[in-house]
């Protein structure tokens, strides 16, 4: 089984932290762009048929925000995509949404759209911080998302939140924690804010109107997470990503257990395994950028601005980078026999992590100590 990833590239307004590809709404644009996504699913079945009928078990819509689409056009591309591709009945099928742009009405028919589960970008429930974020909504258009979605039918109703942003204390944070969980959401995704070269956050943090929390304020911030979640019946099965018994994402389970998925519109990124063509996976990755996107289709092209065969290098790395993130870690032994004997380099990094308590081992399992989850980027980059 593969996952799909369909990234729609349309937000009402960009947020200040930012930095996936999207651009603001437009009408016209939104209806041209579902026509080329169409095609884009037509062109991977004819160039790839026999990858194409590899049946699928998740389906994720990200962006951008999906629901900018509304509940019809999301419900369209999913029709598409089941009358082009194998799609588990079972399947679990994600849409991103964020607080302002769905109503109970979009729930609903999402729903018997066939969608399973919803991801809520609410990020804070505090208005200063949400203002420093450039967020659109407050806390009583959370209210309404959230109850709107568990009316409708969603199970599996998924909270993103953001810690470490300027003007952002523990108490802050603290209180954002308790009011997550009144909620009851199946799943909490916690993310410390990375301010990334070229969005306005970044600017301004140069500018020195904006200041960071200090490291330590931050590492406070991520370890009172992982308590106050734990304590509220949540495992914390990734880096930044906790859940009920039996709600982990399976579809962000599929990037870190280095499992197959296709990637559909721009900057969307893929890995396939073609029969006979590329056993150790090749990537794919779309280009950043709609007009980029369009003209390729228009030309009856993949839009894959870049394509990667990977080698058992690659392989390796891959694995053990994105498994890494999981606190349960990898089993090498299992990765061995999927890929085959690590080359010596990664061998070299490992057994280098592992003499200065970096990485732990048991058995055949490595994994990163709990003490280093929150530098966990520095340990990961050791590897690539």
Known sequence: MRGIYLHIPFCVRKCSYCDFY??????????????????????????????????????FFGGGTPTVLGAEGLCGLLAALKARFVIAPDAEVTTEANPGTVTAEDFRALREGGFTRVSIGVQSFNPATLRTLGRIHGVEEVRAAHGDARRAGFASIGIDLIFGVPGQDPSDWAADLDLAVTFLPAHVSAYALAPEPGTPIHAAILRGELRMPPDETVAEMYEETRRALSRSGYRHYEISNFARPGSECRHNLKYWRREGYLGLGPSAHGLLFPPGRAPLGLRTANPPSLPDYRLRIEESRLPWGDVHVCNIE????????????????????????????????????????????KLEGEGSRLRIPPAFLFVSNEVLQALA
């Open 314 to 357: 690659d392989a390796w790395k891959e694995s053990l980078i994105a498994g890494l993130r999981l606190p349960e870690g990898i089993d090498l032994a299992e990765i061995e026999k999927k890929i085959g004997p690590p080359p010596e380099a990664v061998r070299g990094a490992v057994d280098a992590l592992t003499r200065a308590g």
């Open 22 to 59: 999207s651009v603001a709404e437009d009408r016209e644009a939104v209806e041209d762009f579902r026509d080329l996504l169409v095609r884009e699913m037509d062109l991977f079945r004819e160039k790839f048929p026999a990858e194409a009928d590899v049946p699928a078990d998740t389906v």
